[in-house]
């Protein structure tokens, strides 16, 4: 049977604020929350480490593992720990992963975000990632918090399904090398290349803030600027909606040299059948 909790001082209810309310312990203590049924359904689904799940009374639960304690707690209380403002009647923690990037990438299509600071973008821009599968994420210090709530919510479960990182400028640009990976800056300049004529479908593409676009270092740190073309009176996009006119650019391209395949390697068979 689960657990009951019923006071709001209880340390497990005051865990949970301090972890809606503080970036720094969250990753003392190694846990973020997560809040929804659906979002629960997701990270049962692709085997997130959770902790514990608080719920109210007659909330149906996905099936959960033994280890992860189940807490049943009244409305009010619920209402006094959930960061929405009307509460969806479960809350779930889970461990914070390692974000440290590996020594080198495979080779395939990945995005970096610099200085992103809204955490519905941040999700947004990873859920758009997932959906037109890009292969990971990285984040340059600046962004928003990968485990704020609101980031995990936006992200619609993309969060437990594509590889996310945290590394700096230096280290990005390191990673790249080593990885064989061109990295692409995208910006609003005279010499940047359309995104209708760049190869977007391998390298690491880099966004800049929502409101001052790419620093000077990281463009320096890129080996071409891409930019997208839009008419005259606009100037800038929401780096979310840029982020999506860019990865699927990329996803277009890929599918479209992807579905030239089979007749490329039926040309070559039966060429090699013609000469036996």
């Known amino acids: 049977m689960a657990e009951r909790i019923t006071s709001r001082a209880n340390p497990l209810m005051v865990h949970i604020r301090k972890l809606t309310s503080s970036r720094a312990y969250r990753?003392?203590?190694?846990?973020?929350?997560?809040?929804?049924?659906?979002?629960l359904e997701e990270a049962v689904r692709w085997g997130v480490a959770l902790t514990a799940v608080v719920h109210t009374p007659g909330t149906a639960l996905p099936p959960l593992s033994e280890r992860v304690r189940v807490v049943e707690t009244p409305p009010d209380v619920m209402r006094s720990i959930s960061p929405m403002e009307a509460p969806q009647g479960v809350l779930f923690l889970a461990q914070i992963p390692a974000l440290k990037p590996p020594q080198a990438l495979p080779q395939g299509r990945y995005l970096a975000l610099e200085g992103v600071q809204d955490p519905g973008n941040v999700g947004t821009i990873l859920r758009t990632a997932d959906a037109f599968e890009a292969d990971g994420l990285l984040l340059l210090?600046?962004?928003?918090?990968?485990?704020?709530?609101?980031?995990?919510?936006?992200?619609?479960?993309?969060?437990?399904?594509?590889?996310?990182?945290?590394?700096?400028?230096?280290?990005?640009?390191?990673?790249a090398e080593a990885s064989g990976l061109p990295l692409l800056g995208a910006a609003l300049r005279t010499d940047t290349v359309?995104?209708?004529?760049?190869?977007?479908?391998?390298?690491?593409?880099?966004?800049?803030?929502?409101?001052?676009?790419?620093?000077?270092?990281?463009?320096?740190?890129?080996?071409?600027?891409?930019?997208?073309?839009?008419?005259?009176r606009c100037e800038s996009l929401n780096v979310a909606a840029a982020a999506a006119a860019l990865l699927w650019e990329g996803y277009r391209r890929e599918a479209k040299i992807e579905a030239k395949m089979p007749s490329l390697r039926g040309g070559m068979e039966g060429g090699s059948h013609g000469t036996g």
């Open 141 to 175: 210090p600046g962004c928003a918090d990968l485990y704020n709530h609101k980031t995990v919510r936006s992200s619609m479960g993309a969060i437990f399904r594509l590889p996310v990182w945290s590394c700096t400028l230096e280290g990005l640009r390191t990673l």
């Open 194 to 232: 359309d995104v209708r004529e760049a190869d977007l479908c391998r390298g690491i593409i880099l966004l800049g803030s929502e409101g001052r676009g790419l620093s000077g270092v990281a463009l320096d740190a890129c080996g071409q600027t891409v930019r997208i073309p839009m008419a005259e």
């Open 27 to 39: 990753y003392e203590t190694g846990e973020y929350l997560g809040d929804g049924v659906k979002l």
